[in-house]
């Protein structure tokens, strides 16, 4: 396979000898017909292999018991789908959940990662010296991986020596919190540190919005009398809908694929109670051995995210009516 | 664009100026802090590190968390900096290479089944890439790559946001360009070289940066296709470190700055198509 890849590259890198040929035929800027795919084709073997063939592949894995240490891999119909479903079954409990942990992070995170991030846009949409130094300082988290955020706040939420529980010491509120062990300390973190990391990055995208609302529309409301609360009603936030949209959109998406920061920092803690859906997928499918029903779980949960994609469009589809 | 401050009464605008410096200043501090800890931290001594109340300077600055990682043969932290670099360095050339082709190929020219392949490719920007997790490891198992550099480097080039970003930076490229090399008797290869990419020079750093950022973070996929610690990137190793040294925080903090360092460095030099790249990408939604 690493062959074709190459192949594919190396016939991409020389000219198209397809171009030549056009070139001298009857019309200038004739393209030879073979062309457009010699340019289309390095992409289109990595995206066939890597983006196409696994669509189709958890399809089929999904209807079989496949076990990585097994020959056989019989079909199984829709048992791996049924048993999510059936609470007799033995992966009922941890599968659901795992989806009310998802839920649970999706519905408190998105709240703030759509208002926090606005809050610091319109703080940065003013023309002031310093204003590009500021925007870099509160984007800066976002460019470090999930691996060193999570390492560096297991250590900030340690209860004895974190710097959390020192500094509210220090202002006189309790330093014994078990950040990382306890309900609802653990949700709380969570959701803290994934504010901390990611606001600078929904912050940008609103601020790439913010510039777009013509001055005029501002001044005009002036001019009618609409203060400021007025005018961030009423000019603000019909002009930011589609960025709000995608805002939205993205990062109920990015939350309900958290992974990273319970694996490392509450490691699934209370129990397994912050175990997310992802872990518990890969966990199945690659510890347990279990692809069939791994791959089952990932179609349901892709279905479960494109319905709530979906509802999430029309519902601001309707309300621009 | 911008909410000037009125400037007709002086006290009160002055007042809040003041209080606009504050917040701005308070923020810095709340995002800023953690990273400052995790310098000073690295740089304290085991016993200084455990020390209650924590010192807010390293006394005595040492180097101990740094030494462990240097010298250390169950963690080799300066292998797996090396696999990083290198695997989001090729990750980033492969992604520019195809998807500039296969953009090109898509915004310029004309041919029979262009309709149906961008469908496809955009399509597949709506599925949960974690929900292709299982199979792709099946995939590359099935062409030996488990525990190699390809397993880091290839699979992450078939996203379509490459293609789709720098298609839609070709579509506002002017024509007449192309179409006077055209008549100077340029190829498509040649207009693709020489007009096309030369042109594209901001859109192109821009994926670059974003693509060696995604590849240098990923952690979700390399900690289950490597294994052998000396063919770890530095994310599944700083898991790996993480496990070996516990709550001996200067050497887990060494880890976590040296896999920082890097990409500050690019933040630094690159802030403007790092931050370009993703107001645009918002834009497009």
Known sequence: ?321 | MTTPTPTTNGSASGLRRVVFYATLVALTLIFLTPLVWMVITSLKTYTAAQQIPPSWLPNPLAGYGYEQILNNSANPVLRWFLNSMVAATLHSLLVLVTASMAAYSLARLRFRGRGVTFALIVGTLFIPPTSLIIPNFLIVDQLNWIDTLAVVVVPGAASAFGVFFLRQFFLSLPNELEEAATLDGANQWQIFVKVVLPLSRPALATLAVLSFLTNWNDFLWPIFVLFSPEKLTLPPGLGLLQGSYVTDYPVIMAGAVLASLPVLILFVLAQRHIIQGVSRSGLKG
């Open chain 1, 1 to 321: 396979m690493a062959d074709v890849i190459e192949v594919g590259a190396a016939r991409g890198d020389a000219p198209p000898p397809a171009a030549n040929a056009a070139r001298r035929g009857a019309s200038a800027g004739r393209t030879g017909r073979a062309t457009p795919y010699l340019f289309l084709a390095p992409y289109l073997v990595l995206f066939g292999v890597f983006g196409l063939l696994p669509i189709i592949l958890g399809l089929w894995l999904s209807v079989h018991q496949w076990d990585f240490q097994l020959p056989n891999r019989p079909f199984v119909g829709l048992d791996n789908y049924t048993e999510l479903f059936s609470s007799d079954s033995a992966v009922y409990g941890d599968w659901w959940e795992s989806v009310r942990a998802t839920a649970i992070f999706t519905v408190l995170s998105v709240p703030l990662l759509v208002v926090v991030p606005l809050g610091l846009a319109l703080l940065l949409n003013r023309s002031f010296p310093g204003r590009t130094f500021f925007r870099a300082i509160y984007f800066a988290p976002y460019v470090l991986g999930v691996a060193v955020i999570g390492l560096l706040w297991r250590f900030l939420l340690d209860a004895n020596l974190g710097l959390v529980n020192r500094l509210l010491g220090v202002v006189g509120l309790p330093s014994d919190t078990p950040w990382v062990t306890n309900m609802p300390w653990a949700w709380i973190s969570l959701v803290g540190v994934t504010v901390w990391w990611t606001s600078g990055f929904n912050a940008v995208i609103y601020l790439a919005g913010l510039q777009d609302i013509s001055p005029e529309l501002y001044e005009a409301a002036r001019m009618d009398g609409a203060n400021a609360w007025q005018r961030f009603r009423n000019v603000t936030v019909p002009g930011l809908r589609p960025v709000l949209l995608f805002v939205i959109t993205t990062t109920v998406l990015a939350s309900a694929n958290m992974f990273g920061q319970s694996f490392l920092i509450t490691q699934g803690a209370p129990g397994t109670e912050t175990r997310t859906v992802v872990w518990f997928i890969v966990e199945e499918g690659l510890r347990d051995n279990d692809a069939g029903r791994a791959a089952a779980m990932s179609i349901v949960f892709a279905l479960l995210l494109a319905v709530v994609s979906i509802a999430n469009f029309r519902l601001f589809r309707y309300r621009e009516d």
